[in-house]
Structures are given as C-alpha cells and as structure tokens.
C-alpha cells in the first residue's frame, strides 16, 4: 500500500449544515403519498370488474443478498464483493446471522446478534455518548458499523426492528468501504418491502419491568404490484438490574420499492430512532478483576439528564440494467447522530473512593455518501467476468460541544454510595469541529476460470483522497490531506459442488481524525493494515449446511494510542506514533440445518494479539491488546417439532456463550475472568399466532461481561425471562 501525507495551515472554519429536518420528514411522507399510485384509471376500472392480481414471479422466491433468509443458513451476501455473490464462491470470510436467528434467539440489542459470529467481542471502551456496543472484530476495535452497505461512521442507537439479516466481514475492507479497520466490518441488511402483503404485531414482556412493542407491515401500494411499502416501528420500555438505569426508546423505519419495468428499481428508506437513557459506567473492580461492589451500584447522579440519541436515515438505491452486460446503481445515503451526555465519569480509583469527571456534552455528527457504481458481467475466451468499477464521495462534519470537569468528585466505594453532584451554571463549553471530504475510486474483477468455473479469482484496488480540516476549543488543527492506495486478491478453488479452499491478502487504510497529534503538535500518519487469510468452505446436507474455517494474519501500523500521563503535561490530548500492532487466529462458523427440524448456528475463535513496536512505553511491547480474549465460543440449537404429532407448533431451542479470559481494554494488568452462560427458549405457534418465552443466562452466572479500567467495568447481566406473543395477517 502506498499512502501520502500533505499538512497545510488553515484556519477554523464554521460548521456547515448539511440537509434540514424537512427533507428528513419529507420522505416519511411519501410512503403515504404514494398510497394515491395504487388507483386505477377510469378507463381501466370500465374493463376489469375485479381488481388485478399481485404481480409475483418465482424469482421472488429465490434468496438474494439482500433478502429474507429462510433458516438460518444464507447462501449468497453482498456485503463482502458488493455484489450478489454465493459465499462458498467468496475469498474471504463472510457470515450472515439471519433474521430468523435474532426471533430464536430474542436478540434485544445489536451485540446480542454479533456475538454469534466467531472473533467478535464487546468492546470495554464506553465511547461517552455511543448507543451501541462497538465491536472488536480478530482483536481491534471496529467502531464504524454498515448500513446496508453504507457506512455509519458514528454508530447511533440501532433497534432491531428494521434488520432482516447481520453479516460480518472479516479482515480488511478498504478496497471496498473505504477507511476503516483492519479487523472487519459489522454489516446491518435493513428489511425491504415485499410484494405479498403483510402485518404482523409482536408485544414482549420480561423482567426489570421490560416491555416492547413492534409492528412490521409491509405489501402493493397498486394494482400491479410495482410500486410496494413497508413499515417498521417499535417501542421499548425497560428498567435494569442496574440501578437508576431506565430505558426509553421509539423507532420508526418506512420504506417504498419502486419497480416500474424489470430493468429499473428505486428504494427509498428512512428510519428515525429516539433513545433515552442514564450514562452507565458500570462498577469498579478490585486489581484482580473482582467486583468491589454489587452489580447494580450506579455511580451516577440520577438528577443528572444522562444520555439522548436521536438518530436519522435518509436515502435511496436506484438500480438499473441497460443492456445484459451493465448493471448501474446509485445510492445516497444522509445520516445524523446527535448525541447529548450529561453525566459523572469514573476517571480512576484512589484508596478506597472512585474519583468522578463531571462531562456535559452535545454532539452532532452529520455524513452524506453518495455511491455510483456498474457491474459488468461477461467474457473474454473462457474466463468468465464480474467487473465492478465505482467513486464514491463523503462528507462528514462533527460539532462537538463539550464541558469537563476532572476530579468533580470523590465518592466512596459501597453499595449504596453516595452521589450528589451540583453542576455550576456557568459551563464554558468547548467547541471541537471537524469536516472531511473524502473521494474515492475501486475496480474489482471476479474471475472464473478452468472447467465449470471452478477457479474464482478476485482481484480489486482503491484510490482514496481525504481531507480532514477540523479546531478545538477556537484553535485551528493543521489541515491534514492524505490518499492511498488499498489492494485486495484472492485466489478460491471449489474442490467440489460442496467443498472450496481459498487464500486472500488485503489492506486497510483510516486517516487519523483531525486533533490526534504527537508531543510536538505533529498530525499522526494515517493508520494502515494487511491481512493475510487462509479458509476452507463447505456446504452439507443438500446445501441446508454451511460451515467456514479460517487462519489469518493481521498487521496493523501508526496506531493512535492516547497516553494520559503526556497529555497532562501538555494540557492538551497527546498521542502516541508509531505503534505497531498483530493479530492472529483461527475461527469455525457453521450454520444451518442439521435435520429437517433441528437448526444450528455455531462458532469457536482463537485471538493472539500482540503489540510490535511502542517506542515510548518499550513495556508495552510483546503484551496482547487489551479487551480480547484468546478463546471465545457460541453454540445455539433450535428444534421445532412435527407438524402431525402431537407436539405440533411447539418448538423449543437452547445454547451456551463461553468467552475464555481477557483484560480491560485500556489495562492489559487487569485480568477477567471467564465465563459461561446458558440461555433456552420455547415457542408454540397456531396459525398466524405465535407465543414464546425465553430465559438468558438461565443459571444466573455472575461475570464481567467487559471493562475498560479497573474503575469502569460492565458485569452481565443476570438470569433474564422475557414472554413474548405476535400476530399475524
């Protein structure tokens, strides 16, 4: 990979607004407006006494990368070619928790799915106001989640009532997405309107108060089923074993597919999610990873206003074939996180009391991408082509306001501790701001080679221009330019119908945002990585059954480290250059049926981590990474019984979580320990209803689930029921 660097002087330039909420609401409205397309002419209403039949073709019935899956095994993914590929055809490792996965299971929140996927962990690192768990992914953290293919930089709060399917992409992605890390990407596939009409209504019930209700409608808006809808909506209700910790959330996800002719389709979707919740820093923790209180202290000021998000998407994908070669897309996407945290933040622990930082924070996130691209399928003698080739153009801006107050306050550490924060009424906030743009062009190539295509070869390349200009606190940050280019290969051979073996190499590229500097005030180099990955795949059992394994080698340069005990004596954030990190392991998924009515979803990995090269702090060098734990393994099982005995509609499906020990993320010295965890459910289903109830962590295991600093740690939560009954129409 090549990269280059141009620094320039330039003063702080005011934030720019992006898109007003108008247009937002604007296209909520017109999956109502576009009711009035669904009426017939007078002319055809004087000829047909009835009304049409919905227009419904076999080819809906086939699984694309982009729809519903049926089981729990997908067999063809988007997410890591950017096109319509078979995964047992794909060079790099790829898995899809589908829908049907996340009903079983009962998944709530958006880690609850990941983690069934191997080298995926929680994240200790609380990011302040961020909604979600980020996840680390074969050893570093991934914060940029994917939205049907299009990034969200900042991941807002994300409700599972929209996601028909998550799907992982191990390894780099550049080539592909642009700047992120080397260790994969978390890829959420929205639902998408369907052409036979549907409404199906779902109230859940469970412990600490939990209460959830959710609605998916979907079906033809006209006659002739061109023009579909859908609508996704929830809302949730909880409190926790926490406490002080409840939770309010409301979402809303509206869509219409357009499909005038068989060559042209435009999707336009929107969702909005409003979530509110106190600031949780969890509990601290004696030096060998033992509680030093009970699991639901809070250590937070309740009459504090905590953290609100309120996230928006707005976009659309527009697909059109101009000849049996070409196939052209454009998609544009508008995402806005605000974020607003008013909280206390453990800083660290001092004899026998937790020291507090008062933070009062306000912050908008607002990031277009716009994508044209075409796929070109043909050939040249034997050798078959998929060629795709597209640019790609982002703009991000971040206005960051903030207030902080180190060592606010010293508070004991008990059970019951006693918290009482009054914040002065004359905060000088700071201002931080940053704009990137950034521009990119990829070509890629599938080939398909020797007889019956056997041999697929991929090969691909990006160029990225990025500019970062950004201040904090009214002090201009040198404007930072840099541009690389990202290469990935891949060489698979299917051994058979059922069986291929694959090797793929590679890189990643993450410019540094724009106020991450060394001692000297010197703008980091932007991060880079390579990857090199061998796997073999397999399908059994009639394709019903899919199975990856994989070993792979990651390396990761000029790593940001923030060092706390330099930026004390600089007044100002100072970070480490660089570093130099590595990852490496082996993983198993398998997926599937094992028989007609049992189901398996299963994982194991293996993460070694290690950091390379630290020349300021030499003791680093040869310690794992912080938060990772070497083995980490997933089992869930589900059967449903006979539809003609006496067990008919009944179901029933159990599993266990197992993650081996590991470290606080920002304190390797800090070790956790293991742990395990049981979770069952069951079902019963009579024609369109369906009851179910399901129990996590069915042993009530006291554990760590992940930490930070021995001042910041996260225990998991204990034995949970949850009762659930939906109807449909």
Wanted: glycine residues 8%; proline residues 5%.
């Amino acid at each position: 990979m090549k990269n280059t660097k141009k620094i320039e002087a330039r003063p702080a330039n005011a934030r720019p607004s992006i898109l007003s909420a108008s247009i937002q609401i604007a296209l909520f409205g017109a999956s109502i407006a576009g009711s009035a397309y669904a009426q017939q002419s007078g002319a055809e209403s004087r000829q047909e006494s009835s009304l049409p039949e919905v227009r419904v073709t076999a080819a809906q019935d086939k699984e694309t990368a982009t729809g519903p899956v049926t089981g729990y095994a997908a067999k063809r993914s988007a997410t890591g070619t950017k096109t319509d590929t078979p995964i047992l055809e794909t060079p790099v490792s790829v898995q899809v928790v589908p829908r049907e996965v996340i009903d079983d299971q009962k998944a709530v929140n958006l880690k609850d799915v990941y983690e069934n996927v191997s080298g995926v962990q929680q994240a200790g690192n609380t990011l302040n106001a961020q909604t979600e768990v980020v996840p680390i992914i074969r050893g570093f953290e991934s914060p940029s989640l994917m939205r049907n293919g299009l990034r969200a930089t900042v991941a807002g709060a994300v409700d599972l009532v929209n996601v028909e399917r998550v799907e992982v992409l191990k390894g780099p992605a550049s080539i592909l997405y642009g700047a992120l890390e080397p260790g994969g990407i978390v890829n959420y596939v929205t639902k998408r309107p369907q052409a036979e009409r549907s409404y199906v209504f779902e109230q859940q019930l469970g412990g600490d108060s939990f209460r959830r209700t959710s609605g998916d409608m979907t079906g033809p808006l006209n006659d002739d089923g061109s023009l579909l809808y859908r609508l996704n909506f929830s809302q949730t209700n909880s409190d926790s074993f926490r406490d002080y910790i409840e939770l309010e959330r409301t979402a809303v996800a509206p869509s219409l597919l357009w499909r005038p002719s068989d060559n042209t389709e435009l999707l336009v979707d929107f969702s909005y999610v409003k979530e509110k919740q106190p600031y949780d820093t969890g509990i601290p923790l004696f030096q060998n990873g033992q509680p030093m209180v009970s699991d639901s202290t809070f250590f937070g000021d309740p009459d504090l206003a905590g953290r609100s998000n309120e996230d928006y998407y707005a976009g659309y994908q527009l697909s059109h074939t101009i000849s049996p070669v070409w196939t052209i897309r454009n998609q544009l996407q508008f995402h806005r996180a605000h974020n607003k945290n008013e909280s206390l933040r453990p800083q660290r622990i001092e004899g026998n009391d937790l020291k507090l930082r008062y933070q009062n924070e306000d912050r908008t996130d607002d990031e277009i991408q716009f994508v044209l691209d075409g796929t070109a399928k043909f050939a040249t003698g034997a050798v078959d082509h998929t060629l795709l080739v597209g640019a790609e153009h982002v703009v991000q801006d971040t206005d960051f306001l903030r207030f902080r107050l180190n060592n606010a306050l010293d508070v004991a550490i008990a059970d019951n501790p006693n918290v009482n924060f009054n914040p002065s009424a004359n905060q000088v906030m700071t201002t931080d701001l940053s704009n990137t743009r950034w521009t990119s062009l990829y070509l890629q190539d599938q080939m398909s080679l020797l007889a019956g295509g056997r041999l697929k070869l991929l090969v691909g390349g990006r160029f990225d221009d990025v500019l970062t200009e950004g201040s904090s606190g009214g002090a201009a940050a040198a404007d930072v330019k840099d541009s690389a280019f990202t290469g990935r290969a891949g060489l698979l051979y299917m051994l058979s119908n059922q069986h291929s073996a694959y090797l793929s190499a590679s890189q990643s590229f993450r410019p540094q945002f724009a106020w991450a500097a060394d001692i000297n005030g010197i703008p980091l180099d932007p991060e880079t990585g390579r990857q090199f990955e061998l796997g073999l795949k397999s399908s059994f059992l009639n394709e019903r059954l899919f199975s990856t394994v994989a070993i792979y080698e990651i390396e990761k340069k000029n790593v940001a480290v923030f060092d706390q005990a330099l930026s004390n004596a600089a007044l100002r954030d100072v970070y480490v250059p660089g570093v130099k990190q590595r990852s490496r392991g082996f993983e198993f998924d398998m997926t599937g049926s094992l028989t007609r009515q049992l189901k398996l979803i299963a994982s194991y990995s293996y993460t070694d981590t290690k950091v390379l090269v630290n020349a300021l702090n030499t003791a680093e060098v040869g310690q794992p990474l912080g938060g990772v734990a070497p083995h980490a393994a997933r089992v869930w099982l589900s059967y449903d019984f006979d539809q003609t005995g006496p067990m008919a509609g009944f179901g029933m499906g159990g599993g266990v979580r197992y993650v081996g020990k590991s470290t606080a993320q920002f304190d390797t010295t800090l070790k956790l320990d293991p742990y395990t965890v049981f979770d069952i459910g069951a079902w019963y289903r009579w024609k369109n209803i369906k009851a179910g109830l399901n129990v996590k962590n069915l042993f009530d295991e006291r554990y760590i689930a992940r930490a930070s600093t021995n001042s910041i740690a996260h225990p998991g939560a204990p034995r949970t029921v949850m009762a659930s009954a939906s109807i449909g129409f």
